[in-house]
């Protein structure tokens, strides 16, 4: 694609007209973005008109424009946060500096490690959920899928931006490479293992939302905090659009649990574990629901990386990467001489021993993302508690089903007992999904595209979106 007005075509506030050597970079990486997003972008919906909100500026007016679109039309932008006049690095051996606003070379591969780890997050998020429109329940919910797809390409702009601005060759690199790699793919698979993942099904869709864009929320709050400014303008944009990939998962799942609840009172079942009864119904039963937390959940945690980090450390120290909400924290937010609780797997038993802050800095965010979504499991047993069901979902032990960290080589049952490798197999299926699960699942995955008509495995949505109705043509199909 060549002689294209890239200062019309990207809403930006970066002056991407006055910037010639990023106008050209983007000039070769724009026609790649395009055929990734077209060869694995929602399969089967590029013609559609979808009616999306679009961010075409900063200001509250212009963060959420409202209108339909065909996907491979829609306006990514690179935007960010409103600079704050005299910013201070808030935190690590640089705290009280001003932030920088260019890359400091003692920090460059550093620095270039977190953004490509970041960036490679989003359009895998896509690639997972690219087949999820043929199976959507209504057009409200396949309206909000390619809501979260758009917004996570666009961060993923933000990522590519980041790169192509202030690393040069190498950043031109990376950002290539972030739309060659592919979601599960033997040869080129995405960074992180959650982002491998299959998301087959909408149950799971709504349980990824909820859990894995929770640490990406997580994640882009601890960067919102960095010393390098540009990174923390554009992560304190992106958490404005990352509340809504949050409210998709957790009202969605609030939603299955309300049909299945109201399907159960209506034939008089009123005990949850009667699992073949309630799937008779054409409804989630309850423990499957269960199986499905504690998956996500543990994967999940594996987003933190290590408890004990000194990658972390260093990034702390070196004020590129801070804790979630820094600010509002009470301490010296250099953490030389401070210590952290952290659980850890000693010697066949579970202990918290309080270890030097700086190297745990991964677990306190861990912990900071327990305690927030453990408030998301408890606004879901309100709705079972409502319907008079006496069923109670529970997040798992912290090292239950984990594959990094300090639990990876260990056998931890739900409620925390350290289990022989024996006897957590034989009890595997009862934790975590099946295969039986997973076919009952697909074969609820019936395509719902009547207007205001809802599959019958999940309860209607409450309210509209962008000023619409909820019932309205949300999605206009391609005939």
């Known amino acids: ?210 859990f894995t864009d929770r640490d990406g929320n997580m994640q882009l709050g601890a960067l919102a905090q960095s010393g390098f400014d540009p990174l923390s303008r554009t992560c304190r944009f992106m958490l404005t659009e990352e509340g809504h990939h949050m409210f998709v998962g957790k009202s969605g799942v609030e939603r299955i649990l309300e049909r299945t609840c109201e399907a159960m009172i209506a034939a008089g079942i009123s005990d949850p574990s009667n699992g073949d009864a309630v799937r008779d119904l054409g409804v989630f039963d309850l423990p499957t629901i269960q199986k499905k937390v504690n998956f996500h959940y543990s994967v999940s945690l594996d987003l933190f990386g290590s408890e004990i980090s000194t990658n972390a450390a260093n990034a702390f120290t070196a004020g590129i990467k801070g804790r979630f909400k820094e600010r509002d924290i009470e301490d010296d937010h250099q953490l030389h001489a401070a210590t952290y609780p952290v659980t850890r797997l000693l010697d066949g038993a579970i202990e918290e021993v309080e270890m030097p802050a700086l190297n745990a800095l991964n677990a306190r965010l861990m912990d900071d993302y327990i305690a927030d979504i453990g408030a998301v499991v408890e606004a879901w047993n309100k709705v079972i508690t409502k319907n008079g069901i006496e069923f109670e979902l529970t997040l798992p032990h912290r090292g239950f089903n984990r594959r990094i960290g300090e639990f990876r080589d260990a056998h931890v049952a739900p409620d925390g007992r350290v289990l022989s490798e024996v006897t957590w197999s034989a009890q595997r299926n009862s934790w975590l999904p099946t295969t039986d699960d997973l076919d009952y699942t697909l074969s609820l995955m019936q395509s719902e595209v009547e207007v205001g008509s809802y599959a019958g495995w999940i309860a209607p949505a409450r309210g509209g979106i962008g000023g619409k109705p909820g019932v309205f043509e949300y999605v206009r199909l391609a005939s």
């Open 1 to 210: 694609m060549t002689n294209v007005d890239y200062s019309a075509l990207i809403p930006n506030n970066v002056d991407l007209a006055g910037d010639r050597s990023l106008t050209r970079a983007l000039e070769r990486w724009h026609p790649q973005f395009i055929d990734w997003w077209l060869q694995m972008g929602p399969s089967g919906f590029q013609e559609a008109e979808v009616y999306l909100r679009t961010a075409v500026s900063v200001e509250p007016g212009g963060w959420a424009k409202f209108g339909f679109v065909k996907m491979p039309e829609y306006r990514w932008g690179i935007l960010l946060a409103p600079a704050e006049p005299e910013r201070k690095i808030p935190f690590g051996d640089h705290k009280g500096e001003p932030a920088w606003q260019e890359v400091p070379g003692e920090y460059r591969s550093l620095l270039r490690r977190l953004l490509v780890i970041q960036g490679d997050t989003e359009p895998a998020s896509v690639e997972q959920q690219r087949s999820l429109g043929q199976t959507a329940p209504s057009l409200y919910d396949m309206r909000n899928l390619f809501q979260v797809n758009v917004e996570e390409a666009r961060h993923l702009w933000a990522m590519a931006y980041l790169l192509h601005k202030y690393f040069g060759r190498d950043g031109r690199d990376e950002a290539e490479a972030l739309l060659q790699r592919r979601s599960g793919d033997a040869d080129r698979p995405r960074i992180l293992g959650a982002f491998n993942e299959q998301t087959p099904d909408w149950l799971s869709f709504f349980m990824f939302t909820s």
